[in-house]
């Protein structure tokens, strides 16, 4: 299993521009998430799924939109990029259970100029 | 809402001795989950160990354990018998039971001297 991987590793935009980042797993689970992590700071959650054609807003959604056309990904869309959004993110997955594990892709490294 | 807090930004120990990391939690619920993860240079997140809060014995897995304080709100992270493969950035994290969101600390940066 690849697990949780995401699409691309690291990008460099210009302000204003637009881009998607993709994330896929192959463990089935249900739930998938988005965070970003700033210099100095834990991760944030951007956005979330609990399922195939939801989404929920997180602690930091503005500036963001998201898709779960399908159980497998999930994505994350920036419209119009702005240098406050030059970050890492993260992906995430889990399945319900008593902890609700989350298992985490290897992050993209987003610069915007 | 509810916090996590991280007060010690770096740690260093030498290899083969015991560290011991903080982590304190804000949280008025009394339903909840706690988590390490670790953070090596390649940023890749990974599990550590975690801790549900109506269980009163502390986690264990291997080299790694938990002392749970619930009263307190503190869950430390003890690492014993340290590796040079234990360096990386650590996070506590905290989820309210039901909730999807994980709430994490601003992280410590482990150093292992050999």
């Known amino acids: 299993n690849a697990g949780v991987t995401q699409t691309p590793k690291f990008r460099v935009l210009k302000t204003g521009q637009s881009m998607t980042l993709l994330c896929a797993q192959d463990?089935?689970?249900?739930?998938m998430y988005w965070y970003r992590q700033d210099p100095g700071m834990g991760l944030r959650l951007i956005h979330y799924?609990?399922?195939?054609?939801?989404?929920a807003k997180g602690e930091v959604p503005d500036g963001y939109n998201v898709s779960r056309l399908k159980k497998q990904n999930f994505l994350l869309g920036l419209e119009s990029a702005a240098p406050s959004q030059t970050s890492v993110y993260f992906c995430?997955?889990?399945?319900?259970?008593?902890?609700?594990?989350?298992?985490f892709g290897p992050g993209t490294r987003l610069t915007v100029l | 809402a509810q916090t996590v807090t991280q007060s010690q930004p770096e740690m260093s120990v030498q290899e083969a001795e015991t560290v011991t990391l903080s982590c304190t939690y804000d949280?008025?619920?009394?339903?909840?989950?706690l988590f390490w993860y670790k953070q090596p240079p390649s940023r890749q997140m990974i599990l550590v160990i975690r801790?549900?809060?109506?269980?009163?014995q502390n986690a264990t897995e291997n080299r790694f354990s938990v002392n749970f304080q619930k009263a307190a709100k503190s869950f430390s992270l003890k690492i014993s018998d340290s590796q040079l493969g234990d360096a990386a950035m650590y996070f506590c994290a905290y989820r309210r039971g039901g909730a999807q969101k994980l709430v994490f600390g601003q992280g410590t940066r482990l150093t292992i001297n050999p």
């Open positions: 463990m089935n689970h249900e739930y």
């Open positions: 799924s609990v399922g195939e054609g939801t989404t």
């Open positions: 949280t008025s619920e009394s339903d909840y989950y």
């Open positions: 801790q549900e809060a109506y269980k009163q």
């Open positions: 995430a997955s889990g399945a319900s259970g008593t902890y609700n594990e989350q298992f």
